[in-house]
């Protein structure tokens, strides 16, 4: 007989998105002519760099021709994509980011979502709330947590409330834990973390020798000088803290699958006995036992947006969402909605009108004005009672998307 990890059934329904999906598509079953304007899932509607187009073409190529086809490559990634993230940002920045740190992956999320292997199952959690779904689940699904409360949080857990008052920015724990996950630009609310509020962070994890775990894939989206784009922009950051990037959102990647997770060597963590061991080299064994590369071609596609020109087009790119997050902010706030996000992130998190449960605007939000977004409720029950909306949509949507805001009987 075959066990399963009964972790999994402490996990409420079907992952956010998936269960996004599942209702979008009930829905156009019974109303197959409605013009759904999807403003729910983070997916980008532009096309890649032409430089990522090129170089991907090129690479194509290469792989046609016996002397320059490539089989496995070296797990952690090409040198010629390692340096250019290392020159790009972190070198010029002023930042120390050896070339050994950096693992190359097929995106941040499946990093965010692994790194929690090469952790004991006693550490304590800490997590936002509202957040990124992937944190929390995969520390249940690993058995990190007890059971779903009536208050739709998980016992074990250390949450982190992320309140209108603060800005959203995470509370500093109670007491003391071990893992620390931090998202800034953050995914959902659209709001980024100071440098002071870096600055406590790094300090807390240092007296308490706990890891912060710092999601930055959307920090192509800060628009505002001051905004640290990286955490080792803190002083002891390299300490304490793994830093995920993703080429998902700053190029276009989402189906093309790229990101990269730096672990400094300086990163300790300890084993019961109290010796501390460094949590490079176990990311490394996982990495180099359970991943074999992303393919070459997507590496080359990836690597052009280091150059001059691929630089001044990913401006572009993210010039355009961010025009959306402005059109999206700016019709919401005139139609009376209250709205926070959308400077330094392609997300705006609104309040729902009248305090309507975020499920129940999300249905009338559908029915109504055919108009997907995601309930705050979704990424956590600090989320109630606010809504997520994209501006990842394509221009003439986003424009309809907010005429259809201002039309519907809020
Ligand atoms: C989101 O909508 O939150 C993101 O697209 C999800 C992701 O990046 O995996």
Known sequence: MAFINENYLKLPGSYLFAEIARRVNAFKEVNPSADVIRLGIGDVTLP?????????????????VKET??????????????????????????LKVDSDEIFVSDGSKSDCANIQEIFGLDNVVAIPDPVYPVYL??????????????????????????????????SMPEGHVDMIYL??????????????????????ARKEKAVILYDSAYAAYITEDNVPRSIYEIEGAREVAIEFRSFSKTAGFTGTRC??????????????NGEARDLRSLWNRRHTTKFNGTPYIIQRGAAAIYTKEGQAQIKELVGYYM??????????????????????????????????????????????????????????????????????????????????????KL
Not at 144 to 161: C, I, N, Q
């Open 183 to 204: 998202c800034s630009p953050n995914n959902p609310t659209g709001t980024t973390l100071s440098r002071e509020q870096l600055e406590a962070w790094v300090a807390y």
């Open 48 to 64: 890649l760099p032409q430089v990522s187009i090129e170089a991907m073409h090129k690479a194509v190529d290469e792989m046609a």
């Open 259 to 272: 990101g990269y997770t730096v672990v400094p060597k300086e990163l300790m963590a300890y084993t019961k």
């Open 323 to 408: 025009e959306n997050a402005r059109i999206i902010r700016e019709g919401l706030t005139s139609a009376g909605l209250t709205c926070f996000g959308g400077v330094n992130a392609p997300y705006i998190w609104l309040q729902t009108p009248n305090n309507m449960p975020s499920w129940d605007f999300f249905n009338k939000l559908l029915s109504e004005a055919n108009i997907v977004g995601t309930p705050g409720a979704g990424f956590g029950s600090c989320g109630e009672g606010y809504f997520r909306l994209t501006a990842f949509g394509d221009r003439e949507n986003t424009l309809r998307a907010v005429e259809r805001f201002k039309n519907l």
């Open 69 to 94: 086809f490539r089989g496995y490559g070296p797990e952690q990634g090409y040198d010629f994509l390692i340096e250019a993230i290392r020159e790009a940002n972190y070198t010029s920045r002023g």
């Open 137 to 170: 689940d995969t520390n249940v699904m690993a058995g990190r947590t007890g059971e779903l409360g009536a208050d739709g949080h998980f016992a074990g857990v250390s949450y982190l409330p992320c309140t209108a008052e603060s800005g959203f920015a995470p």
